[in-house]
């Protein structure tokens, strides 16, 4: 119950499930309600000691500080690419543009070939950079921190290019527009 103006009262129906109850079922509900908080979507980008380019699609991204200028992504401990990014000294981050969809999903794909199109540009050191993002920023590794099933990659940026495009959001388990 939560209490109106003037003595009225609003009743919440939707659902509320204790962790200690149904564990099961708070999980779904938990992924859900993040799922409701709308977000960018970026695609993480490295390479590994033998050449190999790793990325990954994540919503998990922000800045964490101005000084020093640090950004944050998390990435799932399960993923194939974990390894090279646990170990990687550099990677960029690439803020996806509204017509970015294919490539997020691309690269959210367990086992797909992320790097089969041509839309990468690469550093002097390899990294690949998404050519039309809105936002890439190339970053050395400065923390790495568990957290539960995931691992919070902290960049420490060293580079920074902006494009003027529109982007990409997840809201719900969808891809949406922003609207100005």
Not at 149 to 161: A, C, N, S
Request: hydrophobic share 40%; with cysteine.
């Amino acid at each position: 119950m939560i209490a109106g103006q003037a003595g009225e009262t609003a009743c919440i129906q939707d659902m509320c499930l204790d962790q200690s109850v149904h564990p099961e079922e708070f999980s779904e509900l938990f992924k859900e309600a993040m799922s409701r908080f709308p977000s960018g979507v970026t695609i993480a980008t490295t390479h590994d000691q033998a050449g190999r380019n790793w990325g990954f699609t994540a919503s998990s991204f922000c800045s964490l500080s101005v000084d020093p200028p640090l950004v944050l992504v998390c990435l799932v401990n399960s993923a194939d690419c974990h390894v090279a990014f646990q170990t990687a000294g550099r990677w960029a981050i690439n803020v996806l543009a509204h017509d970015h969809r294919h490539l997020a999903l691309r690269f959210a794909t367990k086992g797909a070939d992320k790097f089969s199109g041509d839309e990468f540009d690469y550093t002097e050191e390899h990294i690949p950079i998404l050519r039309d993002s809105v936002v890439s920023t190339v970053c050395d590794a400065y923390e790495r921190y568990p957290g539960g099933d995931h691992v919070i990659l902290v960049g420490k940026v060293v580079r920074v290019l902006l494009r003027e495009r529109e982007p990409l959001v997840h809201h719900a388990r969808r891809f949406a527009r922003l609207e100005y």
